[in-house]
C-alpha cells in the first residue's frame, strides 16, 4: 500500500508523522506545493485546479489512497480530486468533525484555523451534518509563529491566550458550551501542549492524529505488518527551505526533497 499525502506545505507532515505512527509498514509519497502557497490566498477554482495537479502527480507515482492534509484544498477542492483520480481520497476536514463528533458530550464545538478554512465554513457545514454547533475562529498569527520556530516563545504563547480567551467569550456570547476544540489546521499540532494549558476544560482534537486513525481504520487490513515503509518527498520550489522547516514539523529528519514542475 503506497499512501499519497499533499499539502500547499510542510504543514501536511504532522498528518504523515501521525500515519506513519500508525501505519509504519506502509510506504509513503508526500507533496508539498511549496511554489503556490499560500493557496488561501486564491480562489476555488484556481486551488481546484492546483489541488488537482497535485493528486494526479501522487497517483501517477503509484498511490493507492489520497490524504488531502491542506485544510484549504480539503474545504474547497475536495469533490474536484475525487472526480479526478481513480483512488480513495480522505481530506482532513470530514477526519475532524468525525473526532469532534465522538469527543463532544455537549454538541457544541470550537475550531480554529486560517482565515480561508474559516471563511470556507466547511468545518461548521461537517459539523452541522453531524448535528454539531460549531463556532470557528481564524487564528492567522500562529502559522508564522510555528514556521519561525516561536513554539514556547513568550510572545507565541500571548497570542494564544488572547485567541483562545476571546474565542471561549465570543462562543459564549453565542449562546454555545463548548468542550471539544478543534485544531483546524495542520500547523497547529506542534502548538498543542501549550493550547490545553491555556485551554485545560477543553478536549483538543488534532486533526493529524485523527485522520491517521480513521486511515489506519480503512487500510489496516491492506498493509503488511513488520516492516518499514518507503518515503519519498517531493516540493515544487525550494527544496532546502522544504527540508530545515519539514524536519520539525515531522519530527525526524528528511534527507532528500525532489523538485517537481506541476506546470498550470
Known sequence: MKIGVFDSGVGGLTVLGALVKQLPSADYIYLGDTARLPYGSKSQATIARYAVFSAR??????????????????????????????????????????????????GDV?????????????????????????????????VPLVEEGWIEHPVTL?????????????????ELTPDTLVLGCTHYPLLRPQIERTVPAMRVIDSAEATAGQVAEALND?????????REFYATDSVEKFKRLGTRFLGSAIESVGLVDLGG
Not at 80 to 104: D, F, M
Open 57 to 106: 502527480f501522487l497517483v501517477e507515482e503509484g498511490a493507492e489512497f489520497l490524504v488531502i492534509a491542506c485544510n484549504t484544498a480539503s474545504a474547497l477542492a475536495l469533490d474536484s480530486i475525487k472526480n479526478a483520480v481513480r483512488v480513495p481520497v480522505l481530506g482532513v476536514i470530514e477526519t475532524g468533525a468525525n473526532a469532534a463528533q465522538a469527543s463532544s458530550k455537549t
Open 158 to 174: 500571548e497570542v494564544l491566550r488572547v485567541y483562545l480567551l476571546d474565542l471561549l467569550t465570543q462562543s459564549r456570547a453565542a
Open 110 to 142: 470550537l475550531v480554529i484555523a486560517t482565515d480561508a478554512t474559516v471563511t470556507s465554513h466547511a468545518y461548521k457545514a461537517a459539523c452541522t451534518e453531524r448535528n454539531l454547533r460549531a463556532f470557528e475562529m481564524a487564528c492567522p498569527l500562529l
Open 222 to 230: 491492506r498493509v503488511p505488518v513488520d516492516s518499514v515503509g518507503a
